[in-house]
């Protein structure tokens, strides 16, 4: 039986971790024994053979080492050590990674084993830090330094944050140094555009193979709902914004224009608000606050006429896909791979922070509305998006790997 070992984060909870945790589930359906390294903080139960990397007090060192010194990635030390020797128990045939940031594993020792184990690895992509001396994301800030070399960065103070120390240009030196030193690895951006910018930093000596993230399309289907009837809106026209950490990067003060010059027969619902948000926002807008049941979700996706993804910053989308599966057609601004979901008989796209011609297109599309729309968006989704679908690609990918390193 081949063994699969997964690193990622989180387990089986945000996208990372659902998606990291689907993909190990098909391939435990294949035959595979399917194990999965995680961080300690963001986790649910899992159906496959987990391993925590650190405690919650041995992440918090972690993070002060972070925040102190900027050297994000390249504490816990003694923990990563005592995870290598686990690694070389299980023996794994493939090593799939995910998000290695995040507090939870010394991304220089391991790379150091990687390299000397030789065993195949395929690394998905969910953005950028990858590339950076420091950031995730670069987009918003119109930053280039990742294609020759970053330094006094711009970004210290977002995640990872560090208060004092800039070692950006260290950082980027030692990240080149562990990345590249792997032979047999095949890195997995999950849009177009992030597959562009792999193919423009020191990244690019690997092979990169593209495949878009999937969702459950038995879950974010067309349902029944009763949401318009519940909020006593039936005769309006929803317009539904879902994001999980509003702010000016996911366009909340564009929802919050949105509000203001549609017209009266317009409701701007925001699903993923908390109390403290709802203070902020006009009374025009309905919240909802973060819902963890996907069918209640799903519903809200259904109830929706048109989905708006004012967002300035995004490596593919996910939610773009959720409204499309329930039949909602998607407007989006034209950043990162946020366009990639959106076809024009699905949806509509325009340049980021042209609030005009977003008004304009959420007009159109909700005034189109139309069952045949509806079946368009369903039937993007369930061609280009089904998990079943894209996952299956990364068993491919694994067994023909595995018949590369036999030869």
Sequence with gaps: MAKLL????????????????????????KGWEVYMIHGPRYKNPSQLNTIQSVSLFQEKLHGIESL??????????????????????ISPDIIHLHNIHGYYLNYKLLFEYLCEAKIPVVWTLHDCWAMTGHCVHFTMMGCDKWKGGCDSCIQSRTYPISIFW??????????????????????VPVSFWLADIVKNSFLKKHPINMIHNGID???FKPQKSDFKQKYNIQTKKIILGVAFGWGYRKGLDVFIELSQILPSDYQVVLVGTNDDLDKKLPVQILSIHRTSNQQELAEIYTAADVFVNPTR?????????????????????KTGGSPESVS??????VDVDDVSSLKRAVIQM??????????????????????????????????????????
Aim: with cysteine.
């Design 166 to 187: 800039d070692r950006s240009k260290k950082n980027y030196r030692q990240k080149k140094v562990s990345f590249t030193s792997v032979n047999n690895m095949v890195l």
């Design 313 to 333: 910053e995004e490596v593919f989308g996910m939610v773009n896909v959720e409204a499309l599966a329930c039949g909602t057609p998607v407007v989006t601004f």
């Design 217 to 219: 399309l038995s879950v």
């Design 366 to 407: 909700a005034q189109t509305s139309n069952e045949t729309l509806q079946k368009s968006c369903r039937q993007r989704a369930l061609e280009y998006f089904d998990k079943n679908k894209q996952y299956e690609k990364y068993i491919y990918l694994y067994e023909q790997m595995l018949k590369e390193k036999n030869v």
């Design 6 to 29: 997964i690193v990622n984060a989180a387990l089986n909870m945000g996208s990372t971790g659902k998606i990291s945790e689907q993909i190990g589930l098909l391939a435990k359906q």
């Design 68 to 89: 102190l010194l900027d050297r994000h990635g390249l504490s816990s030390r003694c923990s990563t050590k005592k995870l290598i020797e686990k690694i070389k128990n």
């Design 344 to 349: 024009e008989d699905t949806g509509m796209v």
